[in-house]
């Protein structure tokens, strides 16, 4: 019904950054909130970032002032710059998105992206 599809993730040292990707596609009526979770090793899934429609921002508090979300609606994109990047950010990163199915759906389904890998060496 709703794909998420993600891209960017890969291997870098500490220090640097990478850039990740999540395009929506599907039956798609509107996009609400988008989000990025990780999950390390070992780990629960935990909250990254989200993005309300209109471009509010929420951060965890460990990635505040080192990740940015971002969002192009016209593309179904959600985005996050990630600087400053750190040991401890090694983890899988999944996509989310509350979509809007159809002009009639009572409520937004949310859907998950099968996760990038994003490794930061030491």
């Known amino acids: 019904q709703v794909q998420l599809v993600e891209s960017g993730g890969g291997l870098v040292q500490a220090g640097g950054s990478l850039r990740l990707s999540c395009t929506a596609s599907?039956?798609?009526?509107?996009?609400?909130?988008m989000g990025w979770y990780r999950q390390a090793p070992g780990t629960q899934r935990e909250l990254v970032a989200t993005?309300?429609?209109?471009?509010?921002?929420n951060y965890a508090d460990s990635v505040k002032g080192r990740f940015t979300i971002s969002r192009d609606n016209a593309k179904n994109t959600v985005y996050l710059q990630m600087n400053s990047l750190k040991p401890e950010d090694t983890a899988v990163y999944y996509c989310?998105?509350?979509?809007?199915?159809?002009?009639?759906?009572?409520?937004?389904?949310?859907?998950w992206g099968q996760g990038t890998q994003v490794t930061v060496s030491s």
């Open positions: 989310n998105a509350a979509v809007r199915v159809s002009a009639w759906a009572r409520s937004d389904s949310n859907f």
């Open positions: 599907g039956s798609i009526f509107s996009i609400n909130t």
């Open positions: 993005i309300t429609r209109g471009g509010n921002p």
